[in-house]
């Protein structure tokens, strides 16, 4: 058995592909039209690697995310990572935590209100 992607319904499509390109630094590996109303895009670190699946149906403006759940993502450096989002104008949501001296991470929001890991193991 393989894990093969987490599905997100996505408000703004265009700017969620970008959030995840641009700030998680995840690859745009397809995306495509499924049907006369909804498009799909698929994004990974790399081919053939876990997937983040981006779904927006037009005319739908919002979505419904849990509180609870976040992907969590390994960066080399949260103080570099932390620079960097400061300069796109992403905001910290919590963090950075360091529970013992082996690991440090803090969060984010997606334009969709997922909460996103960024995660430095030491």
């Known amino acids: 058995m393989s894990y093969l992607w987490t599905t997100i319904k996505v408000k703004d499509f265009e700017e969620s592909i970008e959030f995840y390109q641009e700030i998680v630094g995840l690859e745009l590996q397809r995306k495509f039209e499924a049907g006369p109303e ?23 403006e919002n979505v419904d995310i849990g509180s609870d759940i976040s992907l969590g993502f390994e960066i080399d450096s949260v103080a570099k990572k932390i620079e960097f989002l400061k300069e796109k104008g992403i905001k910290i949501e919590s963090g950075p935590v360091a529970p013992n001296p082996e690991i440090e991470f803090f969060y984010v929001l997606d334009p969709n209100g997922v909460k996103i890991q960024f995660v430095e193991n030491k």
């Open 38 to 60: 909804r498009e799909i895009a698929f994004l990974a670190a790399a081919a053939g690697e876990t997937e983040v699946e981006l779904i927006t149906d037009q005319g739908k």
